[in-house]
RNA sequence: GUCCCGUUCGUCUAGUCCGGCCCAGGACACCGGAUUUUCAUUCCGGCAACAGGGGUUCGAAUCCCCUACGGGACGCCA
């Protein structure tokens, strides 16, 4: 805001490949810096290179950045008053910024292609976040192809000349480019924008900076995953910027409000989805129950079928002692697997343990169920307490058995809370099961 | 090779601009304990860093220089 004029940045992706996180980072910067100065945020496709853009590639894009919640005030579908938003629209207005390099004389053909002159003297990249950085551009280069069509330099600094750009927030990869655009910009008789080069995101390890080939690298892999992407968002946001108080899980309202360009990192950032999971399962255990059932039934529906699902109020149930536990909507479908089958697929060499060590156990506590007239969470613990101490044991001796011969599983919800919400019917008939087997 | 940028716990970072409050704070991961029920939840505790060397100063993570290391750019890719 600083000088008082209107903020206008963009995100200027090329469509060549899927979404990647730093892209998305990329563009999240620049979004919440529109938002925090309450300026335009404009989405701008560098579609030049036509052999590599296709269409599939620029939904993902749109879709990816409408998933985050990073809505754009300008650009494609939203329309604007600097359009065409597509580059590969725009082509009179390159023929024209063209046409002033011409006649100025630096510009010039060889080989087919057009070629600026650069003006050998040193220029300054204003950069807010790595402050005066000067650098020499030693070599001509090309500005519009011998196709006919303009080079990234040229279609980059063009457009953010008519679109009037005032802060170009974009990955420190660009930073040696910028003397180029700087020596372009001056030559249009402009001065040039505000730069912020932000930290590029290394991969988790080895050395490298992400590319989009890596497992983990891409947008839609998270949503694949069914992260919450404002666990995403929150995480990318902490890449590089910090709002310096020791927050870290914050709404996105009070990132917008405390975000800053001269906040942002010099030094690059490793990518670490150990802990982009943990704040993803934090946001999981935050949702109310009402929004984490309208998130999970969708895949509990994909994965068990509709009619699994029938007893909506069994659903909900299960996914309210699930909801505290598991660790990400992805694992959920495993997680409570047990409440939708009818029989849990149970693993031989734990069913032949627990058979051998615990068989007393559980015939004991079938029978303690079997004339049990209430089935709540607090019955069950009260029954089995008595039973472990009746017995000469622990309630530990018994839980393991019952959750494994119930579930098929050694982990789960609080496993009493379990029991009661299986019911009394499916709990005994899951225990005559696995005696029976023991039987045969 | 040339040029540009960077360097605080394993990782993300606070502190660096305006040197003392920092024998360096928070988070993830990891390790240990608690929740007299597992656990992947929750709570408590622990481990762990100023890249190295010179300077300036009463005093440096903070200022200056050098070295090392890391990253990036040098395309008719973006």
């Known amino acids: 805001m600083g000088d008082g004029k209107k903020v206008r940045v963009r995100f200027a992706p090329s469509p060549t490949g899927y979404f990647h996180i730093g892209g998305a980072r990329t563009a999240l910067f620049n979004w919440l810096y529109a938002r925090h100065c309450q300026g335009t945020f404009i989405l701008r496709i560098e579609d030049t290179d036509r052999s590599r853009s296709t269409d599939e590639s620029l939904h993902t894009l749109l879709d990816g950045l409408r998933w985050l919640g990073l809505d754009w005030d300008e650009g494609p579908e939203a329309g604007g008053a600097s359009g065409p938003y597509l580059q590969s629209e725009r082509g009179d207005i390159y023929g024209q910024y063209l046409e002033r390099l ?3 004389g630096r510009s010039y053909e060889r080989d087919g292609a057009i070629w600026f002159r650069v003006s050998g003297r040193p220029v300054t990249i204003q950069d807010v976040v790595h402050g005066p950085v000067v650098r020499l551009e030693e070599k001509d280069f090309v500005i519009v192809r011998s196709d006919g069509s303009p080079s990234f ?27 180029k655009h700087v020596e372009l910009f001056q030559a249009f008789g402009a001065i040039p924008p505000q730069f912020a080069h932000i930290p590029l995101i290394l991969k988790t390890s080895g050395p490298g900076k992400m590319s989009k080939r890596e497992t983990g690298a891409l947008v839609d892999e998270y949503r694949a995953r069914h992260y919450l992407p404002e666990a995403l968002r929150n995480y990318l946001c902490l890449l590089g910027w910090s709002p310096k108080n020791d927050l870290e899980i914050m709404a996105i309202d009070d990132i917008i409000d405390r975000f800053d360009l001269a906040g942002i990192n010099r030094s690059n950032a490793r990518f670490d989805e150990k802990k982009l999971s943990h704040m993803n399962g934090t946001y999981l255990r935050r949702l109310s129950k009402k929004n984490f059932f309208l998130l999970a039934h969708p895949i509990l529906a994909e994965k068990f079928g509709p009619a699994a699902l029938a007893d909506g109020a069994y659903v909900a149930k299960v996914l309210e002692i699930c909801q505290e536990k598991v660790r990400s909507l992805e694992e959920l479908p495993a997680f409570c697997a047990h409440f939708f089958q009818k029989n849990p697929e149970l693993d031989a060499a734990l069913w032949e343990k627990f058979f051998r060590e615990s068989a007393a156990c559980l015939e004991e506590f079938l029978s303690a169920i079997e004339m049990a007239k209430d089935f709540t969470a607090d019955d069950l613990e009260d029954l089995l307490h008595h039973l472990a101490a009746a017995g000469g044991r622990t309630a530990r001796d018994y839980i393991h058995p019952i959750r494994f011969a119930c579930s098929g599983q050694l982990v789960g919800p609080s496993f009493y809370a379990m029991l009661a919400t299986l019911g009394a019917g499916r709990v005994r008939d899951r225990l005559r099961r696995f005696l029976d087997r023991c039987r045969q």
């Open 153 to 179: 330099h040229f279609a980059n600094v063009v457009d953010d000349l008519a679109m009037e750009i005032s802060h170009v927030i974009r990955g420190e990869d660009h930073l040696s480019n910028a003397s």
């Open 102 to 104: 011409n006649e100025s």
